[in-house]
C-alpha cells in the first residue's frame, strides 16, 4: 500500500537573504521558520511520514528540533546536494514506487491544511500536481536586449508555488530522463515532468497568496504580520 510522504527541502543556503544564516534557520518569535512548516504537516491527518533534507551541516541541529518538537511523524533526516533537485531525488530515493510525495519548501511556512488537502486528493487522480495562484500582475517576456518580446495572455498565467506533489514511480522516471540530457537544468520539479514527461497531466490547486516564499528580507515583514494574526 502506498504511503502519503511530507517531503521538506531545507538545503538552500539563503545568500539572497542577507542573513548569517540560511533563511530556513533564522529565528522567527522564537522559533525557526522551518518548526512552522514542518509543524503543517505533522499535524496534517492526510500526511502519514515527514523526511526533511538538509545541509550536510545543519543535520545535528535539525535532529535536535525534531526532538525538541516530539515530531513523530519525522521519520529521516538526510543532506541533499549543491542543487535543489539533488535534494528532491535525496527524498525520492528512500521511498517506494507506489509512495505519494509531497515535495515543500522550508521557506513556505504558512502553509495551510487546505492546500495538503487538496494535494493528497488530487493525487488519487493525477500522478502529479502542482498549486499555483493566478497572477496578478501582467508577466511579459523579452530578448536579450533587455526589450519586450511578448505579454503572454494573463488569465493563463499564473505564479507557481509548492507543494509540488508526485507519485514516486513519475517523478523517478521523469528524473531519469533528464539527468540524461546533457543540457538539463531545472529550479521546479513539475517542470521536469512536463518537459520530460510530456504525455503526463499536471494537475494545479489553488494556492494561497498568504503561501509565501521568504526570498527577500521585505518578505519576513509579510510573514510576521500573518503569524502574529
Not at 110 to 135: G, H
Not at 151 to 168: A, D, E, I, S
Request: proline share 4%.
Amino acid at each position: 500500500m502506498s504511503k502519503v510522504i511530507g517531503v521538506i527541502l531545507a538545503g538552500g543556503s539563503g545568500d539572497r537573504f542577507g542573513t548569517q544564516k540560511p533563511k530556513q534557520f533564522i529565528d522567527v518569535f522564537g522559533r525557526a521558520v522551518i518548526e512552522y512548516t514542518v509543524d503543517a504537516f505533522e499535524l496534517n491527518d492526510g500526511i502519514e511520514e515527514i523526511v526533511i533534507v538538509t545541509r550536510e551541516d545543519y543535520l545535528p541541529w535539525v535532529e535536535r528540533i525534531v526532538v525538541k518538537n516530539n515530531w513523530r511523524k519525522v521519520q529521516h533526516v538526510v543532506s541533499g546536494g549543491k542543487e535543489r533537485y539533488h535534494s528532491t531525488l535525496a527524498a525520492v530515493n528512500l521511498y517506494a514506487d507506489e509512495d505519494l510525495l509531497i515535495i515543500h519548501d522550508a521557506v513556505r511556512p504558512l502553509l495551510s491544511q487546505r492546500i495538503i488537502d487538496d494535494c493528497i486528493a488530487a493525487l488519487q487522480k493525477y500522478n502529479a500536481v502542482d498549486v499555483a495562484v493566478k497572477s496578478v500582475d501582467t508577466i511579459i517576456q523579452v530578448d536579450e536586449n533587455d526589450c519586450i518580446s511578448s505579454v503572454p495572455f494573463r488569465p493563463f498565467l499564473r505564479n507557481g508555488q509548492t507543494p509540488q506533489c508526485f507519485k514516486r514511480s513519475t517523478i523517478k522516471r521523469a528524473y531519469d530522463i533528464a539527468l540524461k540530457d546533457p543540457d538539463f537544468r531545472t529550479t521546479d520539479d513539475c517542470g521536469v515532468v512536463v518537459k520530460y514527461l510530456p504525455d503526463e497531466p499536471v494537475y494545479v490547486v489553488a494556492g494561497e497568496y498568504r503561501n509565501i516564499k521568504l526570498t527577500n528580507p521585505e518578505d519576513l515583514v509579510v510573514l510576521k504580520h500573518y503569524l502574529k494574526g
